[in-house]
């Protein structure tokens, strides 16, 4: 089986990187002036990822395949949360997913990911909530655990957060 390479993120890279990523795609090989050419000893598959924080060359473009992968639905992410937070309650992923979607409706500058709702609903279920429109406080309080920029923390206000948990069913 040949060996499968990650490079996560490649859009967080500078220019030197993408075009050393190039030589490697294009040969299975590297030049390194201290070690010489390091060849691979068999082809690996090789994902790429990017957020889309900066456009990738022609060049590293025209040798991939592209895929988008959008956020998963609201039933695709409780089943997400339940699957990587064992005994949290069913209802409580239901609503951290259905919340989470309507926040990714406004406008924000970082749009939360899967992980931000992991980290988000540990965060709840650590916190013993399991109605979110029972513990509106605490909903708020927490959101930063989505909200990663200061811009995005300001424009969620308590009333934004009142008004999105009148979603969550």
């Given at each position: 089986k040949p060996p499968v390479l990650l490079i996560d993120e490649v859009d967080r890279a500078d220019e030197e990187f993408e075009a050393f990523l190039l030589e490697l795609l294009s040969d299975f090989q590297v030049s390194i002036p201290e070690l010489g050419t390091i060849r691979a000893l068999?082809?690996?598959?090789?994902?790429?990822?990017?957020?889309?924080?900066?456009?990738?060359?022609?060049?590293?473009?025209?040798?991939?395949?592209?895929?988008?992968?959008?956020?998963?639905?609201?039933?695709?992410?409780?089943r997400i949360i339940l699957a990587r937070l064992?005994?949290?309650?069913?209802e409580l992923a239901l609503q951290v997913a259905a919340m989470v979607a309507a926040v990714r409706k406004e406008d924000l500058r970082k749009v939360p990911g899967v992980a931000e709702t992991l980290d988000w609903?540990?965060?709840?279920?650590?916190?013993?909530v399991h109605d979110l429109r029972q513990a509106p406080e605490a909903v708020h309080e927490t959101m930063i655990c989505l909200?990663?920029?200061?811009?995005?923390?300001?424009?969620?206000?308590?009333?934004?957060?009142?008004?999105?948990?009148g979603k969550v069913a």
């Open positions: 068999s082809i690996p598959r090789v994902l790429l990822t990017s957020n889309g924080t900066r456009e990738l060359s022609d060049a590293l473009r025209r040798r991939c395949l592209y895929h988008y992968v959008d956020f998963p639905n609201t039933d695709r992410e409780a064992p005994g949290i309650d069913t609903a540990a965060t709840l279920a650590g916190l013993a909200l990663k920029t200061h811009e995005d923390r300001s424009r969620i206000t308590r009333e934004v957060t009142e008004r999105l948990l």
